[in-house]
């Protein structure tokens, strides 16, 4: 049986290499200059500008610590690498808040937890659901978050006892969330890409980042481009079959016209050949009117994804030929089209309104 600190694989971000044997959510020796080019409080790049290291050279030893520090808007928090053990709330009030791992490597600055939905509160009012897991939470409108690895390195194995197994990495609620250069790693439900509330249309933003995990592991109602991204989903011990899992689980508002949209990344796996879906519909009991959205297109999906079926259903009522699912240009094993009907394809024309410019509309997040 893995232990925690080993159980997560040490990946980098997309288009990097693999990088094993150490400890996933174990982040690297800090370095003599801690904040690299971001300066120092001794050399502050502004007044807004808050330095958080775990060795005490900085303003804060603590994430939470920096967040509650920086009231107001435009707080930038300058990281350095270290591995910051425990929850984050970034709440409404903390809006346009930006987050940098000053190595510009996110294997280094890691921001980890270990709550489960079966976790019992510490209060004893009950367990934290899978909303309370998230390691971090972020509610702020036009949050950024550059070179940090999110993690939740909570396992089955340790508690085989819970039921509640959803185990959240990062909850993403604001709009105008963007995420450049960053890992987000968990198991199940690593990856919370959502929205404030039914009606808000909350628009997010990853470009070259990597998420792993095995069950929904990128799950939500947020309107959310995923862009030269790698997705990498995991072996699993507890299971004797597949399906193992499934990679997205998009819940998108009925009244939302864009949902999740893949383009130009990768999916590959540690499992073997076939035992993933690409996707099932979540409809919640607290959104029966969800119709949820996925787009994959000009993407190469490995040979974990089951070509002959990529799509399952979550709930009786709501099987996933009647949701938006589609695809478009994708390349690999997992992309073949084995069975006329299995995967619909959009037509030339359609993809011209399946794009970033499409999704995000008045939005330009800053590369």
Known sequence: MLSRRHALTLLAGAGTALALG???????????????????????????????????????????????????????LVLAP????????????????????????????VI???????????????????SGSATVTVQAAGFTARDVTFANDWLRSDNPEYTGTQAVAIKVQGDRSAFYGCRFLGHQDTLYADSLA??????????????EGDVDFVFGRATAVYDRCHF?????????????????????????PRGYLVLRSRITSTAPDAHYKLARPW????????????????????????????????????PWQEQRFAEYRNTGPGARVTVPGN???????EARAHTTADWLGDWHPRG
Request: aromatic content about 8%; overall charge positive; glycine content about 12%.
């Open 22 to 76: 150490a400890p996933a959510t174990h982040a690297r020796p800090a370095r003599s200059r801690p904040f690299g080019r971001y300066g120092s409080p001794a050399r502050r790049l502004d007044a807004r500008t808050l330095y958080v290291d775990p060795q005490g050279r900085g303003d804060h030893t603590g994430v939470q610590a920096a967040v509650d520090a920086a009231s107001g808007t435009g707080h930038t």
């Open 82 to 109: 270290g591995t910051y053990r425990g929850t984050v709330l970034v709440t409404a009030a903390r809006a346009e808040l930006t987050l940098i791992g000053a190595s510009g490597d996110p294997r280094d600055t």
């Open 112 to 130: 980890v937890y270990d709550n489960a939905a079966g976790t019992p509160k510490p209060d004893g009012s009950g367990t934290h659901g899978t």
């Open 198 to 211: 039914l009606t808000a249309f909350a628009r997010q933003y990853y470009r070259d980042c990597y998420v």
């Open 232 to 256: 990498r989903t995991l072996t699993r011990t507890d299971l004797a079959s597949a399906p193992y899992g499934f990679v997205f689980a998009p819940s998108t508002a009925g009244a939302n």
């Open 283 to 318: 409809v919640p009991s607290s959104d029966l009117t969800a119709h949820p959205m996925l787009t994959v297109r000009d993407s190469h999906l490995g040979a974990g994804i089951d070509a002959v079926t990529p799509y399952g259903t979550m709930s009786s009522g709501f």
């Open 343 to 349: 995967r619909p394809q959009l037509t030339r024309s």
